[in-house]
């Protein structure tokens, strides 16, 4: 199974503008495009719990599309799992990705957040990157990848001016 990460940074690798959780103050309506797109054709999409919190009030489900919430509580959430659309998970990064590829899924997108992020690229199991880069910088913010032990190199797949501030889409996969 594909493990594509998806996620929209600043120059500087900030993720939040400082504490505020909500995104979209900040990206580009061409990102937002993008963005709806994929999660529009996704049939799998992982995240962290932190990230759940912050999108879970703006989030449409639909049959179909399975969203998998990675927290080392899942009791915390047993009212707001629904069958086939939204599960709440401990699983480590390498057995979602074996459970997943079992039953047949070929791709999934990993929405973050930075925690999240980084247990799935310690794991090696993250085969692409599709970073939007928003031309800001943000002094405090967390971080696309928290610290984590681990190196990766990667190799450019496709590079694509998004709007004339300079908004980037790049793509990467992994060596
Ligand atoms: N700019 C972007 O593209 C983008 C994308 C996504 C998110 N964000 C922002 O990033 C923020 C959240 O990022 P974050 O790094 O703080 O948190 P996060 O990665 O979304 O979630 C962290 C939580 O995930 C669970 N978790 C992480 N690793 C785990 C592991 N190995 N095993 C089990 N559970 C694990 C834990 O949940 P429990 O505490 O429940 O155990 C942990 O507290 C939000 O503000 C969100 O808006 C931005």
Redesign the pocket.
């Known amino acids: 199974m594909k493990v594509i990460l998806?996620?929209?940074?600043t120059l500087n690798g900030k993720?939040?503008k400082g504490n505020d959780?909500?995104?979209s103050t900040w990206?580009s309506l061409e990102d937002k495009k993008h963005f709806s797109k994929l999660i529009e054709d996704a049939k799998l999409i992982i995240?962290?719990?932190?990230?759940?919190e912050?999108?879970k009030e703006t989030m449409q489900h639909k049959e179909g599309r399975l969203r998998v919430v990675?927290?080392?509580?899942p009791e915390?959430y047993m009212t707001e799992k629904k069958e086939g659309v939204i599960e709440f998970r401990?699983e480590?990064?390498g057995e979602l990705v074996q459970r997943f590829e079992g039953i047949g899924y070929q791709e999934a997108l990993l929405?973050?957040?930075?925690?999240?992020?980084a247990?799935f690229l310690k794991a090696g199991v993250v085969d692409e990157i599709h970073l939007t880069l928003e031309p800001f910088l943000f002094g405090k913010g967390?971080q696309l990848i928290?610290e984590e032990e681990f190196s990766s190199s990667l190799e450019l797949i496709s590079s694509k001016k998004l709007n004339e501030q300079g908004t980037l889409l790049l793509r990467y996969r992994f060596k």
Not at 6 to 9: D, H, P, T
Not at 47 to 52: F, Q, V
Not at 111 to 117: P, Q, S
């Open positions: 998806v996620m929209v940074s993720i939040t959780p909500h995104i990206t995240m962290g719990s932190k990230t759940y912050a999108a990675v927290t080392r509580h915390r401990s480590s990064p929405l973050g957040g930075g925690e999240l992020n247990a967390k928290a």
